[in-house]
């Protein structure tokens, strides 16, 4: 009996392994930490149907422009062109008198202290200059009768002349371009004016060629311009019905 009891125990304590080892090890169960509930997705918007949906929910008059670097009124060209500049021949115009007429055909003594500055009355270029007076009273040559003299042909298409000076500006010659206001000589008394009060004969004529005398001395009456111009409007001398038949 003992020895069963014996036998018995060694079974019992050989089959023990073996059915500790059957039986599958059980690992520890892991701590359980409280999920955190997902978030639902953001949609992502693109920007076009972002501006779409701010567009359609607040009213139109709500929106604020963005801002330009150029204003719209300066992309707008101007169409209204510039005004011809003209001056008075003679500066100071405060220090000069004049009148209507004077002459058998149209031109104007403009009487000026001696030495008063004579400027061009508008942009152009020299046409005719006379450095020297060569009037001889015993031929009264009458393309010599201005003496010191000087014309220019505007850029509005008109010769301008100014005759009777005393000297003729420095760099002032045929072909030299001019602006209004500039100067090109200073009155005086030369040529056929030699023993009368000194004066600016101006004459206003369209612009045929340099010796020209004739036209040169005046076609069209400057007295009216010449009121404009000191007054400080600026109006073109318009050339209009002028015969130029009896030019030399």
Known sequence: ????????????????????????????????????PALPPTPTVAPSMTASASSTSSPTSSLTPLPTDTPTASLTPTTTPLARLYVFP???PRDVGFSEGGHAYPATDIF?????????VTDGVVNFVSTKDVWNPKTNDPNTRGGLSVAIVGDDGVRYYGAHLSAIAP????????????????????????????????????????????SRRGL?????????WRAGVSVTPVLANIDLTTAP
């Not at 000026?112 to 061009?120: D, E, S």
């Not at 069209?220 to 404009?228: G, H, I, M």
Request: with cysteine; hydrophobic share 45%; net charge neutral.
């Open 1 to 36: 009996m003992i020895a069963m009891k014996g036998w018995g125990v060694c079974l019992i304590l050989i089959a023990l392994p073996v059915a500790c080892s059957a039986v599958p090890e059980i690992a520890p169960p892991l701590p359980v930490s409280t999920p955190t």
């Open 171 to 214: 760099g002032i010659q045929v072909g030299v371009r001019v602006k209004a206001g500039q100067l090109l000589g200073y009155v005086g008394n030369s040529g056929d004016a030699a023993h009368k009060e000194t004066h600016l004969h101006f004459g206003i004529s369209p612009p045929t060629y340099p010796q020209d005398w004739h």
């Open 90 to 92: 003679v500066q100071a």
């Open 112 to 120: 000026a202290p001696f030495g008063a500055r004579f400027v061009a």
């Open 220 to 228: 069209v009456d400057p007295y009216p311009y010449l009121v404009a």
